[in-house]
């Protein structure tokens, strides 16, 4: 997993520390990549050996500023630097790679789609990216340098799974408050997600356990991702004592276990995605069911698989469980792949195609000022006056 820019840090910072709360084995190696010096300091989990800074004798540590085309420079540049830090971790144990970033400002939204055009020409791994859409509020310039880096990410990774900032903007809440619990949104669902393919055989008894391999399938073919999560919260299990222990197999409702998942996967897949778009026409989905495995009803994870398919209209919807034991609450994530109506797209491409046509009207407007000042600049030193 490899951070690029500041909200790319911050987002694998917390995947690490996730990962060691949970006990989960989802980023086998962390890798941070930035031009500016205090935002690898302020990081707190990823090695000190993998925070890398590059564009030293451009910008001297301080950033790139929201230039992403300087960022995009600088990765180029640099590019050695961060395959420094690669050849030190284990990519031969890797299922794949992710690149995070924001896609809003400049080191991230410029170098991520250099990096991921780099790994994508030296491993053999897919590379996937997740790229994270600035807030509305934010102003012009996040929006355009998103816009632009989006047209490339998309291009060069195997897969982009965007969360979209707008839509999960708290009101009367501070910005870094705000970040915190966006970033915690982010790292529940990937986690839940990529956490799944990671449960050993011996870990349990695997019966429809989701391999890597189907997330990798349900993100082969490319395209644009987005991911729904629902929870819901078991009661308390140590209430009746012992004996409800012994008798809790039994007390099962297996309808009332059908429904509650079939209930999760449509309030996962209806509820606010990270990037909001229209089911329908989804190309490809995973279905992951978890929580302890005696609640992982396999006729409920069916019967949500299959009102998937009535949804998206696809046939190619894969699903299964992620065991749980210690778990008092089952969870769904809907990994969504392939999506080709999403707002939020279409409205970014327009802002790059007017920003395209402002930028050439602009240069067409400076080309002739300067032709006028010259003129103007010849008259003035002309000795004849
Ligand atoms: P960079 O360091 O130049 O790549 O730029 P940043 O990563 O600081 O900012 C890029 C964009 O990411 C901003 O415009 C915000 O939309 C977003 N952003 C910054 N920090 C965070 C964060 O912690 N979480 C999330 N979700 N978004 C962030």
Known sequence: MIGFGQAGGKVVDRFIEFDRQTRGKTVRAAIAVNTAKSDLHGL??????????????????HGVGADNELGAEVAQEDIEEVQAALDGVPVHEVDAFLIVAGLGGGSGSGGAPVLAKHLKRI?????????????????GIYTLNAARSFQTFVREVDNLIVFDNDA?????????????KINDEIVRRLGLLFGAGEVDEGDVVAESVVDSSEIINTLAGGGISTIGYAVDQLGDQKKGGLLSRFSKEADLDE????????????????????LPCEVQGTERALLVVAGPPNRLNRKGIERGRKWLEEQTGSMEIRGGDYPLPKENAVACAVLLSGVNNVPRVKELQQVAIEALENIEDIREQSDRNLAELLADGDEELSPLF
């Open 123 to 139: 491993y053999s791994e897919p590379v996937y990216g997740l790229g994270i859409l600035p807030s509305s509020e934010e102003g």
């Open 255 to 274: 309808v009332d276990e059908t429904n509650r998942i079939t209930s999760l996967v449509r309030k996962a897949t209806l509820g606010r995605l990270t």
């Open 44 to 61: 707190e989990h990823i090695p000190q050996e993998n925070r890398v800074l590059i564009g030293q004798t451009r910008v001297k540590g």
């Open 168 to 180: 999960w903007r708290a009101t009367g809440e501070s910005v870094e408050g705000g970040y915190a």
